[in-house]
């Protein structure tokens, strides 16, 4: 079992940047891929980032060219830069992590792949 905390969540003004990070604990030596995922207030949830243990990753068409996922060495910490945020962009960001070893890119943004969520971090970007 694996717990997922996000931080760096908060409010900014439209073009500016955030980082968002996710510390994750427990049995993190199963960790196969973390990723990054948003719901904003009457819409459904979005897979924006994702990476796996070998550092592929993917993006959601929306964030391409302006979000970045990375993690740390010990893979137990993964992080989102966020460039160029927009009003759209404001949503709670949730963790994800604990997904099946070796499954395809395109499902690192599914939320059926994982297993463990945080609490969210919310952001929220002014016109």
């Known amino acids: 079992q694996v717990r997922l905390v996000e931080s760096g969540g908060g409010s900014v003004q439209a073009g500016g940047s955030l980082r968002l990070s996710c510390e994750i604990s427990g049995n993190t030596y199963k960790i196969a891929c973390m990723a990054w995922f948003r719901q904003a207030p009457g819409k459904e949830r979005e897979g924006v980032a994702g990476?796996?243990?070998?550092?592929?990753?993917r993006y959601a068409d929306s964030v391409k060219g302006r979000f970045t996922i990375s993690q740390n060495n010990a893979k137990n910490t993964v992080y989102l830069q966020m460039n160029s945020l927009k009003p759209e962009d404001t949503a709670m960001y949730h963790c994800?992590?604990?997904?099946?070893?070796?499954?395809?890119?395109?499902?690192?943004?599914?939320?059926?792949?994982?297993?463990?969520w945080g609490q969210g971090t919310q952001v929220t970007v002014s016109s």
């Open positions: 994800a992590a604990d997904c099946p070893p070796g499954i395809a890119i395109r499902m690192l943004t599914q939320a059926d792949s994982f297993a463990s």
């Open positions: 990476i796996d243990i070998d550092g592929r990753t």
